[in-house]
């Protein structure tokens, strides 16, 4: 009868949050930059005309659009934001609130991609949308977009543009940096495969045998600095494993008198032994 007519059609349904499990369970790469630095258009580029293989969840062109992607083994969403600006330059309350779902998508993200645009260089709002990932702790990829409307496309101009992005952004510069187009679809697909390795890098977890070989021969080669006579003696390091991020503690004797510095020295050596390209670190001193 019309009951059980009834049961079948609502067998059939999606439960009412599956669409909020799918979000938590895939991976989450955010498109972010400056307005028509080409973030719907790479996207476009990364779908081409095979429909089938995505699907929109929400937004319009002022929202936040999370597209599925599901080719060539991969599996995630990619999140097209509206384009961040300055707040002198938000007049409109949509446009305010285009930036608000451009914050939360990155605080939602996995890893961002930031996109440059090369006919305008680094600006301050690149640095900014760059701080604003920092500091959420999000895995970066910087993708140098409209490279085909360059006219010195040498080895020795993609080094100097790589290198001013690095200094603008330092401290933080082991990230990669990909030159291409979505106009042309020049190395957008490499930009995908990046993403994805920086994802892998913000899941990897060493483990502590190795890493406290390796750690005891970096301190002994450099311990820390005395301070007022007394020596500081970092005993054990372990990763944690329910973490965001990469997230080493290193115990010792006092630790609240091992300095800024020396933890870079500890994270720099942690990044020349293990991958941890386009992911923060975080570096904690315990007492043992």
Do not use: H
Request: charged fraction near 30%; include cysteine.
């Amino acid at each position: 009868g019309t009951g059980d007519l009834l049961d079948e059609v609502v067998k059939d349904l999606p439960e009412e949050d599956d669409t909020e499990e799918q979000l938590e369970r895939i991976p989450r790469f955010a498109i972010v930059g400056r307005p028509n630095a080409g973030k719907s258009s790479i996207i476009n580029s990364f779908i081409g005309e095979d429909r089938n293989i995505v699907t929109d969840i929400a937004g319009t062109t002022r929202d936040s659009i999370y597209t599925r992607y599901n080719k060539f083994g991969f599996d995630f969403y990619l999140v097209d934001t509206a384009g961040i600006r300055k707040k002198t330059k938000v007049n409109e309350d949509i446009e305010y609130y285009s930036v608000i779902r451009s914050i939360r998508a990155i605080e939602a993200s996995d890893v961002c991609i930031l996109m440059i645009d090369a006919t305008r260089g680094i600006e301050s709002q690149d640095v900014s949308i760059f701080s604003l990932i920092q500091r959420n702790k999000k895995g970066l990829v910087v993708c140098v977009n409209k490279w085909d409307l360059v006219e010195d496309k040498s080895q020795k101009a993609i080094d100097f543009f790589a290198n001013s992005i690095r200094q603008r952004f330092a401290p933080f510069t082991d990230f990669p940096i990909i030159f291409g187009s979505a106009l042309t679809k020049q190395r957008i697909y490499k930009v995908i495969e990046t993403a994805v390795d920086v994802y892998k890098n913000r899941e990897r977890v060493i483990p502590t045998s190795q890493l406290n070989v390796y750690m005891q021969e970096v301190i002994g080669a450099y311990p820390p600095p005395a301070n007022k006579g007394k020596y500081i003696k970092i005993k054990y390091v372990t990763m944690l494993k329910e973490s965001m991020i990469p997230t080493f503690v290193f115990f010792c004797n006092l630790p609240q008198w091992v300095k800024d510095p020396y933890r870079r020295y500890l994270e720099n050596k942690i990044r020349e032994k293990w991958d941890f390209s386009g992911t923060p670190i975080n570096i904690f001193m315990r007492e043992k």
